[in-house]
């Protein structure tokens, strides 16, 4: 190898992280504005004339628990793509990326649903955006095990989210809670991906700051 092409490598591999990022912004435009393409059906299907009507506040609950969810999968999304993009294992990134993916189809199903309640989703995606996206990058320089172990912590949080909705939407509100199942019953089966790849435990502190952040975004999202 001559020096010339030594001293291009650095160059060459800044420019590729430089073509990623760029691709990573137009995917976030995609995300925010929800034209990223999905490949799953909506679970809860075409409206039917004889479903039960809601009333005007357990519309509003709803429709505050279910952009609590679609602000999760904004943050679920960008997490999983940061932790992918400096990730140097080739089948743990292909996990993440998997489960990004099927995060879009989540992402879709709870844009429908505000539709379909006349909502709208939060305001603030674009920030929980870049801060989920950051904090990816961070958690995927921890090591793989580590990397993993954020997935299957973030998983698991979002899985007792989720049972705590169930808990609370309005027992007639049918289309929502098949939603929500459909959702909840992806996120174990991404808990268990990760954990069946290698995932360890996070330290209590990690794991304490996450719910920390949890508790302030879906506060936040379920009025604003």
Request: a negative charge.
């Amino acid at each position: 190898m001559t020096s010339s092409s030594i001293s291009s490598v650095p160059w060459q591999r800044r420019r590729t992280l430089l073509d990623q990022l760029l691709a990573e912004g137009g995917r976030a435009l995609q995300v925010l504005d929800g034209s990223v393409p999905h490949d799953r059906a909506y679970p809860a299907g075409p409206a039917k004339p004889d479903e039960p009507a809601l009333s005007p506040d357990e519309s509003r609950h709803s429709a505050g628990l279910m952009r609590v969810n679609h602000v999760g999968e904004i943050c679920a999304q960008a997490l999983y793509r940061g932790q992918a993009l400096l990730c140097r294992d080739e089948s743990v990134r292909a996990v993440l990326y998997q489960a990004a993916a099927e995060e879009v189809d989540h992402l879709a199903w709870c844009r429908q649903r505000l539709d379909e309640l006349q909502s709208r989703p939060s305001i603030l995606n674009p920030l929980w955006y870049a801060g989920s996206f950051g904090l990816g990058l961070a958690a995927s320089r921890a090591g793989v095990p580590h990397n993993l172990g954020f997935m299957a912590e973030t998983e698991r949080q979002v899985e007792e989210h989720l049972d705590g909705h169930l808990s609370t939407l309005p027992e007639h509100d049918h289309r929502s809670r098949q939603v929500v199942t459909q959702m909840r019953d992806d996120e174990i089966g991404h808990r268990a991906t990760a954990e069946h790849h290698g995932a360890v435990p996070l330290p209590a502190p990690v794991r304490w700051a996450m719910r920390l952040m949890s508790k302030v975004m879906t506060t936040s999202a379920y009025r604003i």
